[in-house]
């Protein structure tokens, strides 16, 4: 099986590369010109922006399946940047299946990566979700990717493109950006672990209850649905299993080295926050047979490991 990767660069590319690396897959990447991929497969640059070279990309590589995870895909970053983030997630994802309609190859199957966000402004009752649930997006990042999913809809249906859609709920892992949860508090830790910071950990919204998979689980995710998916469905990758935001971070304090302080920081509270969102993952189970399978404190405790040896390095 021969993979092109857009946006390999990122958290989730480094990690699906070598999935699909493991499992014997010929891997080709992309990433921006200011960027690096250090994994073993050819790589490539690309901007998305700029959809004459998808087109070439595609027809250099004639890849079995492409993901496309390149975006800007901070919600947090979306409050700040709202144009840049519908100009990467909106145009770009929509040069991607005009490169994909226009490279006439109907062999290509295109896994395209969207979020649990999508839903928004959700009824706790509605959980858990299933992918026919109305979408009512809260934010600009949530609003992009729910329209990323409509346009991909509309290819598969009017040029029977092979697209499956994924709406990923939150993942995280070691060498995740500290703009996400479980990141900020494990960097944050092991920052007044090495006395680099004063004994207090900066929180915003504690109360709000999100769907945490490692990122290792959703990797496998995405391998399999290459393989397994149906084309032209959406399907929800989480655990199915909500936490608060209060219990990551009591699960990040217990195993820390050193007594912490909580501080509530008014700047890190989002402009809108939706209480609860947890998705019904059935449909990617029965298709695929995946689900989650690393625990949560796994995944908190890898990611402070991560963060500590991060500090020691910066030591050297
Ligand atoms: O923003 P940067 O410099 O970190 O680059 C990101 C890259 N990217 C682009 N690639 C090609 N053309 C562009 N115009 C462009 N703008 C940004 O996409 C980054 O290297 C990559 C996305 O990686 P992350 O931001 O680390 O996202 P992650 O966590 O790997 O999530 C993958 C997908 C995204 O579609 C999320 O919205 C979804 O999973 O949850």
């Known amino acids: 099986m021969k993979a092109l990767i857009i946006g390999g660069a990122g958290f989730v590319g480094g990690y699906l590369i070598n999935e699909l690396l493991e499992n014997g897959w010929e891997v080709h990447a992309t990433c921006l010109e200011n960027e ?19 087109v070439d990309v595609f027809n250099s590589i004639s890849p079995d399946i492409i993901y496309h995870l390149a975006a800007q895909s901070s919600v947090a970053v979306s409050w700040k940047k709202p144009q840049l983030t519908a100009e990467i997630n909106i145009i770009g994802s929509l040069n991607v299946l005009e490169a994909l309609r226009e490279s006439h190859k109907k062999d290509i199957r295109l896994i395209m990566i969207g979020s649990g966000e999508e839903y928004g402004y959700i009824r706790p009752e509605s959980c858990p ?20 999913e409509m346009m991909c809809e509309i290819y598969t249906r009017t040029y029977g493109l092979d697209i499956i859609m994924v709406r990923a709920f939150n993942h995280s892992g070691p060498k995740q950006s500290s703009t996400f949860v479980i990141s900020d508090f494990c960097r944050q830790i092991s920052e007044i672990e090495k006395g680099k910071k004063f004994s207090e950990i900066c929180v915003g919204n504690l109360s709000a209850m999100r769907d945490f998979t490692d990122v290792r689980d959703v990797v496998r995710a995405y391998r399999l649905l290459a393989d397994k998916g149906i084309s032209g469905k959406i399907y929800n990758i989480g655990r199915g299993k909500a936490v608060s935001i209060q219990y990551i971070l009591d699960t990040a304090l217990s195993f820390a080295k050193t007594d912490i302080h909580v501080k509530k920081d008014p700047e890190r509270m989002r402009a809108s926050d939706i209480p609860v969102i947890e998705p019904d993952v059935s449909e990617i189970f029965a298709d695929t047979g995946w689900k989650a399978e690393i625990t949560v404190e796994q995944t908190i405790k890898d990611t402070l490991d991560y963060w500590r040896k991060e500090q020691e390095k910066c030591q050297i």
Not at 36 to 54: A, F, M, Q, Y
Not at 129 to 148: D, F, M
Request: proline share 5%; net charge neutral.
């Open 36 to 54: 690096r991929i250090s994994e073993n497969c050819t790589v490539h640059t690309l901007d998305i922006l700029n959809k004459n070279s998808i």
């Open 129 to 148: 979700l299933s992918e026919s649930e109305p979408l009512r997006p809260g934010n600009i990042y949530a609003a992009t990717k729910a329209c990323q």
